[in-house]
């Protein structure tokens, strides 16, 4: 059976994989991490545009069923502009129905650069509820944090907190989590909000739309022992590392391709 492809800027789409795991046990996936061209957040919209495309068609030749942009930025500035013979899944939206059901008024979007300044989060949130409000915050520094595997250091815990606290003023209820690397901080943001605030994953509200989709179209896959495949653009050492630890799967092997 063809494989589900998930594509991400580097290990955070891990965490949408993960999330398709749990929903979809019985389905294969073949991973891209663009490892070489990290960050995507601090890039112009034609650059992340041109990225997108580049790993889209490389997913789409390797016979993948179904595409899902495991990328906020790439979701937010470049999905629109994609066509694919397949059927595919961004994080966005996902994410703002999710946060919409969860808060009682006041949202708070924390993302990378490029996804704060397209707006995008804010617009899928008042598209459904205008009345919400909402408060977004770049943290440019929590991709690098996550790739280096300092996922509960004290410096991480300290740059959080700089971030979260002018949300916190803004009584926010409900904090969108804007990038698929963000998940893995979990545990730093929940100590930072003290329970106060619903943390909107926005890897898991993909992947529960992803596999109510794929049932949609008769695309769900009951294999035994599916097999899962992951890519790298540059070499991936910190990556397998990471990867053990979010998709608890013990030895993960890489094949590094070059996407153009």
Request: hydrophobic share 40%; aromatic share 4%; with cysteine.
């Amino acid at each position: 059976m063809k494989p589900i492809g998930v594509f991400d800027s580097g290990v955070g789409g891990l965490t949408v994989v993960a999330a398709i795991q749990r929903h979809l046990p019985g389905e294969s996936i073949l991973y891209l991490g663009d490892t070489a061209r990290l960050p995507y957040g601090t890039k112009s919209p034609a650059t992340v545009g041109r990225y997108t495309h580049r790993n889209v068609k490389f997913l789409v030749d390797r016979g993948v069923k179904a595409i899902v942009v495991a990328c906020n930025t790439a979701s937010a500035v470049a999905l629109e502009e994609i066509e694919t013979p397949v059927p595919m899944w961004g994080v966005i939206e996902p994410g703002a129905r999710q946060a919409v059901e969860a808060t009682a008024g006041r949202v708070g979007v924390i993302a990378t650069e490029s996804t704060v300044r397209s707006s995008a989060y804010e617009r899928a949130l008042q598209h459904l509820r205008p009345d919400l409000q909402v408060t977004s915050r770049a943290c440019p520094l929590f991709v690098p944090l996550v790739e280096e595997g300092w996922h509960d250091d004290p410096v991480t815990v300290e740059i959080a907190r700089r971030y979260l606290e002018p949300l916190l003023a803004e009584e926010i209820d409900t904090l969108v989590l804007g990038c698929t690397h963000y998940p893995l901080l979990v545990p730093v943001l929940e100590r930072i909000t003290e329970g106060r605030v619903d943390l909107i994953d926005s890897a898991e509200a993909v992947a529960t739309e992803v596999a109510a989709g794929l049932r949609q179209l008769d695309l769900i896959s009951s294999e035994n022992r599916p097999e899962h495949h992951f890519c790298v653009t540059d070499a991936g050492e910190r990556f397998a590392r990471i990867a053990r630890m979010v998709l608890g799967d013990g030895e993960v092997s890489l094949e590094l391709v070059d996407v153009g």
